[in-house]
Each structure stands twice: as C-alpha cells, then as structure tokens.
C-alpha cells in the first residue's frame, strides 16, 4: 500500500527566504504527483501536477521536482511572503490517490 | 467558470438522521472522488467513481453510500450519521482517472453529528 510522507510538518520561515518542501512515496508505480495548497478551513487548491514521465513543472515562484526512483518530490517556493502561509500537501497517483499529511508553512514579516 | 460544487457546506445534524451531501461538477470529468478530513489522519478517500454507473471503495467506505446516475454528479449519502462522521468532507474530480489527470476539489462541507 502507498505510503506518502511530508516532511517536516511545520515549519516557520521569515519573508524573502527560498525553501523546500519534501514528499515522499513508497511505491514509484504512479501516474503522477500533485501539489496543494490549503488554507485554514478551505478546499484544496492545485499548484503544480507532475507526470510520471517529468522530472519538474514550474509556475511563478513555485517549482515542484519528482525523482520516481528515488520516491521523492519537493516543491521549491522562491522569496516566500506571508500570504503563501497555508498546508501545502501532496497526493500521489497510482491505482490509489494518497494524500501525504501536509507541512504547514508560516512565512513571518 | 469551471468547478466542483459541493452543498451543503455547513451542516449540524443528529444521530440517525439521514442526509446528503452533493457534488456537482461543470468540467465533463468522467472521474469523481469523495474524502474525509480529520486533524491528525490526512486525506482520506471514502469512496471514488470511475464513470457513470461505475463506483468502487476508498480507504474508509464504511456508513456512506454513493450514486452516478449522471456524469456531473456524485452525492454522498450518511443513511444513519453517527457522531464519528464529523468531519470535513470534499468531493473531487478529474478528467479521467489514470494517466494525467489533473484533480479538482470543491470548497468542503463540514458536518458535525451529535
């Protein structure tokens, strides 16, 4: 069974800083692997899809990679600002969707 | 505008009685998907739709039903709600289930049984 795991699961940054998000997945038969963003109480809102057959997708100052051998993604957030705070979460697709469990990010000004 | 539509999105119900949660979606998507949300336990899947007529079990099917009687269309059904049903529910859909497809959720719906 997938098993998809975000790491670490919260993390505080000041404004300006570059950082990284990681997921990880147990079995690398998947379709594809999207990011998310959640914001407290809110639906879930699509960042960036990668396909099996990718090795990254960028939008704006996001840029999400996926290493299908190694199980391992990470979603790169450029000059972070207060407003990209939210639990950004990653689900994995194979012949089951699996969600990891999100990193809540907190960009302080 | 394209979107999944999920009503209703608050709900305060009591044990036993029955209810439906909605989910409509205008993108032709041939794939829809129902989730549970509860703080500690992720995203959970409760039971998904390939096609019309086509459903199968997620991860935690049990004490909800569902239908697909037409394409746009995946109500979530609580025949007897029990206080362990509270949570927050999202409805989600894609163009097709394998190969590519981009998901879309709606905005939730919070259920809260007493």
């Known amino acids: 069974k997938q098993e998809v795991t975000q790491i670490p699961a919260a993390l505080s940054v000041p404004e300006g800083e570059n950082l990284v998000l990681n997921c990880s997945f147990t079995?690398?038969?998947?379709?594809?692997l999207q990011w998310f963003r959640q914001d407290p109480g809110k639906g879930l809102t699509s960042l960036l899809l990668i396909q099996s057959s990718q090795r990254e997708q960028t939008s704006g100052r996001l840029n999400a990679s996926l290493d299908k051998s190694s199980g391992r993604s990470t979603l790169y957030i450029a000059a972070s600002q207060p407003g990209d705070s939210a639990t950004y979460l990653c689900a994995v697709r194979g012949f089951q969707l699996t969600f990891g469990k999100g990193t809540k990010l907190s960009v302080i000004p | 505008e394209a979107q999944v539509t999920q009503n209703p999105r608050y709900l305060i119900t009591v044990t036993g009685k029955k209810l439906t949660v909605t989910c409509s979606q205008n993108?032709?998507?041939?794939?829809m998907s129902w989730y549970r949300q509860d703080p500690g336990l992720g995203l959970r899947q409760i039971y998904y739709?390939?096609?019309?007529?086509?459903?199968d079990k997620g991860d935690v099917p049990e004490g909800y039903k569902v239908s697909r009687k037409e394409k746009r269309n995946f109500p979530l059904i609580l025949e007897s709600p029990s206080p362990n049903q509270t949570s927050l529910y999202f409805c989600?859909?894609?163009?097709?289930?394998?190969?590519?497809?981009?998901?879309?959720f709606g905005e939730g719906s919070r259920l809260t049984v007493l």
């Open positions: 989600a859909s894609s163009l097709d289930r394998g190969q590519g497809g981009e998901l879309f």
């Open positions: 739709s390939m096609n019309v007529e086509v459903t």
């Open positions: 993108m032709n998507h041939e794939y």
């Open positions: 079995d690398s038969a998947i379709y594809n």
